[in-house]
């Protein structure tokens, strides 16, 4: 079991990786999928099937949907970029990267939302209804700031996508 559980978290963080550093955002789009089914087999070895089958079913196969059409929809082979410099873009990516990975160190060292602080399923409730229970009571602030995370990031891409107006040029012979 534990050799299994080594084998999928060892491809889920080489998938992960593969993802970040990939220069094709369609193949980095195929390892999320990978790491998504890797992180499915992990939960599956938990024993927290629903999650497994959700990791699956929303993430693996909907969520990826979106993201294809994301990338197909803002033409990412584009070479003209204005606005901020490459390397100064580069540079602010790393910093918020190392931002969020201070935070991240800062909430495992206090054991925030550790698998402790989570009470076991009883046989009354099941697994899905815990999860439920967990998640609309002591996780709804995360998984409402999540939500509009989500909803800022779609109205992101859109914006994005949509690109500017190219500037009204008049030509000759027409009325104004």
């Not at 991240?104 to 697994?127: D, H, L, S």
Request: glycine share 10%.
């Amino acid at each position: 079991m534990t050799l299994l559980f080594l084998a999928f978290a060892a491809l889920l963080v080489g998938c992960s990786l593969m993802v970040i550093l990939h220069k094709s955002p369609v193949t980095s789009a195929l390892f999320l999928v990978l790491a998504f089914c890797s992180l499915a087999g992990i939960y599956l070895l938990l024993q927290a099937e629903f999650l497994a089958m959700v990791q699956v079913i929303v993430y693996a196969g909907a969520i990826m949907v979106l993201f294809l059409f994301v990338i197909m929809y803002l033409n990412l082979k584009r070479d003209v970029e204005d606005g901020m410099p490459h390397v100064l873009r580069r540079f602010v990516g790393w910093g918020i990267g190392a931002l969020l990975l201070l935070e991240g160190a800062i909430y495992f060292g206090k054991r925030w939302a550790m698998g402790a602080t989570v009470p076991e399923p009883t046989e009354a409730v099941g697994n899905t209804a815990a999860i439920g229970q967990l998640l609309y009571s002591r996780y709804l602030f995360p998984f409402e700031i999540t939500s509009i995370l989500l909803i800022v990031a779609i109205l992101g891409a859109v914006l994005i996508g949509r690109g500017r107006a190219a500037p009204v040029t008049r030509q000759e012979g027409t009325t104004p």
